[in-house]
Antibody
Framework: EMQLVESGGGLVKPGGSLRLSCEAS????????MNWVRQAPGKGLEWVSS????????YYADLMKGRFTISRDNAKNSLYLQMNGLRAEDTAVYYC???????????????WGQGTMVTVSS | DIQMTQSPSSLSASVGDRVTITCQAS??????LNWYQQKSGKAPKLLIC???NLETGVPSRFSGSGSGTDFTFTISSLQPEDVATYYC?????????FGPGTKVNIK
């Protein structure tokens, strides 16, 4: 079964940048669409971005458009999130998650990484 | 955007009690509704997909039902290991939205 491991989190000043990585192992990464989901301290889950298996389709939550860029390298079994113009409100644990899609188009985030913490503070 | 609401926001129940959480979508999402369990400090875990399909390995005391805009998640007999926050999520259309969560505790 696929396992996901995030890295790249840390402390960054407002306006700064950070690149998160998510490395997959165990199953063919290249056949799955992937997502980033975040969770601010003490808050609920917030979908951030999705990317299709071949990178042809990319979507962002409105709050992240123009600041965050999702990408993937199937040869390296890796998913990325480039975050620019970071704000205090971007402070959160960032999870990568796989979408499992069924033939009828339904889907679910069936595998999650352990998360990486991003703190935006001066 | 589709808004998801959940109730209650928290509950306390005794071991063995039946626990019910409701989730409502702001528009018809057919059965594109998933339920996740998140224990403290851990990543979310998928319990139920497509409103009522139990994931492999998930105990049968968990169940889900509903379609359209109104959904229900039930724990038939609450166990100590069920202490967690439970989230519904719609995958009918982008942006994929989660409910605000229901925190379940043992009384």
């Amino acid at each position: 079964e696929m396992q996901l491991v995030e890295s790249g989190g840390g402390l960054v000043k407002p306006g700064g940048s950070l690149r998160l990585s998510c490395e997959a192992s165990g199953v063919t990464f290249s056949t799955y669409s992937m997502n980033w989901v975040r969770q601010a301290p003490g808050k609920g889950l917030e979908w951030v971005s999705s990317i299709s298996s071949d990178s042809a389709y990319i979507y962002y939550a409105d709050l992240m458009k123009g600041r965050f860029t999702i990408s993937r390298d199937n040869a390296k079994n890796s998913l990325y999130l480039q975050m620019n113009g970071l704000r205090a409100e971007d402070t959160a644990v960032y999870y990568c998650a796989r979408i499992r899609m069924a033939a009828d188009g339904s889907g679910a985030f069936d595998i999650w990484g352990q998360g990486t913490m991003v703190t935006v503070s001066s | 955007d589709i808004q998801m609401t959940q109730s209650p926001s928290s509950l306390s129940a005794s071991v063995g009690d039946r626990v019910t959480i409701t989730c409502q979508a702001s528009q018809d999402i057919t059965n594109s509704l998933n339920w996740y369990q998140q224990k403290s400090g851990k990543a979310p875990k998928l319990l139920i997909c497509d409103a009522s399909n139990l994931e492999t390995g998930v105990p049968s005391r968990f169940s889900g039902s509903g379609s359209g805009t109104d959904f229900t998640f039930t724990i038939s007999s609450l166990q100590p290991e069920d202490v967690a926050t439970y989230y519904c999520q719609q995958l009918d259309s982008l942006p994929f939205t989660f409910g605000p969560g229901t925190k379940v505790n043992i009384k």
